[in-house]
């Protein structure tokens, strides 16, 4: 029996399993509790568009009138968003959280495939299950991979890239390099600044893999047919090859007008790292890596790991316009070289590993964990955690918004709605047709006099069927207040139907 059979044996599934069942019971917590967004482009970049391939209503923005993004993650989406339907899921908020579940399963899987690389590293199954498990259960891993985003749905796809490329450079067999610039494909389709990733990971198969230039040949001309899959995707959903990756392109680069939405210092991920991770987690991870470069021959499976991820964080730090979630894959790796430094002393200065590899195993869970958890738990449920993005005559409201969702699908929940209205919010911060969820126009303002333009508006349709939904501290217009008749207020918006 060949050794790859070996290390696939049923017994080495059995651990697998049981981090992936954890890692998607606490990602199904997430999706049903974590609902609101963090930015907008996680709801009109991804589920907005493919809500409307579906069920055609949805809000388009300028990227997908434009063909600046590709059809290929909200077309996924959209076969969730069909599936669900088609097994009787219809309510707005449950809808949408089978959604987040759906992503949530590569992501738990994601977080599996890092139990076998810590085998393929020479972890005993044991301590690869032991250190697999606070990534399992990690606050901040599971925030991140069930959000609607590009950055979160594409991670799994370079977790499994990375590991098919460590198989390779074991085994030699082709296939599993196949099957590694598929992933890298599918992660760029996603989102197209994985390309540095994929870049970094064929880097990283030249430095160690025995082959090395037919290795890096094979998977950099894989992924260039992978790209041209993405081309002739766009030939049929805007008409040109390669469009939505030219435009976005264009848009961000060439012109720059990115740039227009904050431009920050090159240290600026450096410094989120250290407002995010405990001290302990980022020397660690750092040390990781540092052992994994001195001596990458004797250490090529972590430089296979880290390299790539690498290579992403410093081309993004390199890049004017930055945000966190730019670098999710990157916290997701780290996290990972952390856990690999605590196993590597659990192994080297551990008379009794498994006792040592357990007590460190809950010191991680509950102690480093713990850290991001102050960080995270007030934005947990807001549906959106800052405005400081948003440039705009709203920059004066509220930094933190709750409830948008949550109202939006009360709304849509009315059976008897023909028109609604959703007051103090801009509309770039709602959830759109997407919480809505029904067939029935719904318009939104935040400045009192496009409010009072509404108001007018829908008190001299007297259309039946018309209700407001008003963020508490609104004020509703003083002529207007004898039109309304209040429905129910759950402590952020008062709903209100319109009398006729």
């Known amino acids: ?198 870049f970094g990971l064929a880097v990283a198969l030249f430095l160690t893999a025995k082959k090395r230039f037919q290795s890096s040949l094979i998977f950099g001309f894989g992924f260039i047919f992978m790209m041209a899959l993405q081309g002739l995707l766009d030939i049929f959903t805007w008409g040109s090859f390669f469009k939505s990756f030219i435009t976005y392109f264009d848009y961000n680069v060439l012109r720059g007008v990115a740039n227009k939405h904050g431009v920050s210092p090159w240290y600026f991920y450096l410094a989120d790292c250290v407002k995010t991770f405990h001290p302990i987690t980022l020397a660690a991870a750092v040390l990781t890596m540092a052992l994994g470069i001195v001596d990458f021959r004797k250490n090529r499976q972590v430089f296979l790991f880290f390299f790539p991820f690498l290579l992403f964080f410093i081309v993004h730090s390199a890049i004017g316009h930055k945000e966190p979630r730019f670098v999710f894959a990157c916290y997701f790796a780290l996290l990972v070289l952390s856990v690999e430094f605590f196993a590597f002393l659990c192994r080297k200065y551990a008379g009794k590993r498994e006792k040592a590899a357990l007590f460190l195993s809950i010191f991680l869970l509950f102690s480093l964990d713990a850290f991001t958890h102050i960080k995270y738990a007030p934005l947990w449920n807001h549906s959106a955690t800052s405005v400081d993005n948003f440039y705009g005559n709203d920059r004066g409201i509220e930094k933190r918004f709750s409830g948008i969702l949550e109202t939006e699908a009360e709304l849509g929940r009315i059976d008897d709605l023909k028109r609604a209205y959703f007051f103090g919010i801009p509309q770039i911060w709602t959830g759109g047709y997407a919480y809505f969820h029904k067939n029935a126009p719904i318009l939104f303002a935040s400045k009192p006099e496009d409010v009072r333009k509404m108001m007018r508006r829908a008190v001299d349709s007297r259309q039946s069927g018309t209700y407001c939904a008003f963020k508490n501290g609104i004020e509703v217009p003083q002529e207007y207040r004898g039109n309304l008749e209040k429905i129910s207020d759950n402590g952020e918006f008062t709903i209100y139907r319109l009398k006729i």
């Open 1 to 198: 029996m060949s050794e790859n059979k070996k290390f696939f044996n049923n017994s080495e599934w059995l651990p697998f399993f049981v981090i992936f069942a954890l890692s998607l019971f606490v990602r199904i917590y997430a999706a049903n509790t974590s609902l609101a967004q963090i930015y907008p482009d996680e709801i009109f970049q991804t589920i907005e568009p493919a809500h409307k391939l579906v069920f055609g209503r949805g809000i388009t923005y300028w990227e997908f009138k434009y063909g600046a993004r590709s059809w290929f993650f909200p077309g996924i989406l959209a076969g969730a968003y069909k599936i669900l339907d088609l097994i009787g899921v219809k309510d707005p908020l449950s809808i949408n959280v089978g959604v987040k579940i759906f992503l949530g399963i590569f992501n738990s899987l994601a977080v599996s495939v890092v139990y076998l690389l810590f085998r393929r590293h020479g972890f005993a199954k044991k301590e690869a299950f032991l250190f697999t498990l606070p990534l399992a259960a990690s606050y901040l891993v599971s925030y991140i991979s069930v959000r609607t985003l590009t950055e979160s749905a594409s991670l799994p796809f370079m977790v499994f890239a990375v590991y098919f490329a460590s198989n390779y450079i074991e085994n030699e067999r082709i296939r599993e390099l196949v099957f590694a610039f598929f992933a890298a494909g599918i992660a760029f389709m996603i989102r197209f600044q994985t390309a540095a990733f994929s």
